[in-house]
């Protein structure tokens, strides 16, 4: 019955990218002052806000966050900090979010490159079809908290919801994900890839983050130097007679990131999402990487149900996701 209303549950809900709602987050302004808020939105617009639904965006000019103004379909820092005033007395608008122009802008800038828009799908629909999931946590975060045996299981689990239960039952037994996690790890703990950098590295530049990226040039290489180093690190791992590549397109079929941690509210880096490693050349026994799904382990949302779906995109779905800018 369990499975039953999981199948039911994924069939009412549209095919979209990852839209997540009042995700607790911690920002901390330059003064030491901690601001606690949520997250919301999908990997295309996400905004941080506060409990009364007030927008917070960051100032890059001082590293500091404001509550948001909207000046056509963008917003912008107002000149009220976070902290400081109180919003409803300053008249300030609440639930702003940037207008259809920049999610679609953004929306294409994610698919410019990816073989699932350009070619309608990455991999076959039926099949035993193999992804690949890599593990990854950075310089100062801690080991996974639960071992690779508990994130196996909206993964490859025969008895609970799961990628492999649900798309084997709902193709009638035509098609097989089998999920093949990496690098290898023993009982009872989650081996990762541990990355040179430290987590702030990943996360925009900010007046207590003075180590984050500043440009969307800047946030592309540092995510793509950080995939390719995780790949090469796992890669002679991956036995040679296991066939990634199940249509004979030269490219991996299925490649997910599994991150440690969770969503960084207002950062597009760490932020659930899917694109393509097209600035690296990577191979696994002759296969390129090149789309993939970018997940955050310790997040609510790291369930069967939502790597589902994305995995829907893997198959050729589109998004039917309709983003009105709030009005």
Not at 63 to 72: M, N, Q, T
Not at 242 to 268: E, P
């Amino acid at each position: 019955m369990k499975k039953i209303l999981f199948y039911l549950l994924v069939f009412s809900l549209p095919i979209k990218a990852h839209w997540l709602e009042n995700i607790p987050q911690t920002i901390t302004q330059s003064n030491g002052q901690v601001i606690h808020c949520f997250a919301t939105g999908d990997q295309y617009v996400h905004r941080l806000h506060d409990e009364n639904n007030y927008t917070i965006i960051l100032n890059p000019d001082d590293g500091d966050f404001y509550y948001a103004e909207k000046i056509g379909d963008k917003l912008r820092p107002s000149i009220h900090k976070v902290g400081i005033v109180d919003p409803i007395d300053e008249g300030i608008v609440p639930g702003l979010m940037a207008g259809k122009s920049v999610y679609t802008a953004k929306k294409e800038h994610y698919e410019e490159h990816m073989l699932s828009h350009r070619h309608d799908r990455d991999a076959p629909t039926s099949g035993t079809l193999a992804q690949l999931n890599i593990f990854i946590r950075f310089a100062d975060d801690p080991n996974f908290p639960n071992s690779r045996e508990y994130y196996d299981v909206p993964f490859n689990s025969m008895t609970e919801p799961s990628i492999r239960d649900y798309f084997l039952e709902v193709s009638y037994g035509t098609l097989t994900v089998d999920t093949y996690h990496y690098p290898p790890s023993l009982v009872g703990s989650n081996t990762s890839y541990v990355d040179d950098q430290n987590r702030g590295y990943y996360s925009p530049y900010s007046a207590s983050n003075p180590q984050g990226y500043e440009t969307e040039d800047e946030r592309t290489n540092r995510e793509h130097t950080l995939l390719a180093n995780a790949v090469i690190a796992v890669r002679n791992s991956v036995p040679s007679d296991l066939n990634i590549d199940l249509d004979n397109d030269g490219n991996i079929d299925a490649v997910s990131f599994s991150v440690y941690g969770n969503v960084d509210g207002w950062a597009d880096l760490l932020w659930p999402h899917r694109w393509a490693l097209y600035t690296q050349d990577v191979y696994i026994n002759g296969a390129r990487v090149n789309d993939y799904s970018f997940e955050l382990t310790e997040s609510s949302y790291f369930t069967a149900g939502v790597l589902c779906h994305e995995f829907f995109h893997v198959l050729g779905a589109p998004d039917l996701y309709h983003y009105d800018g709030g009005g």
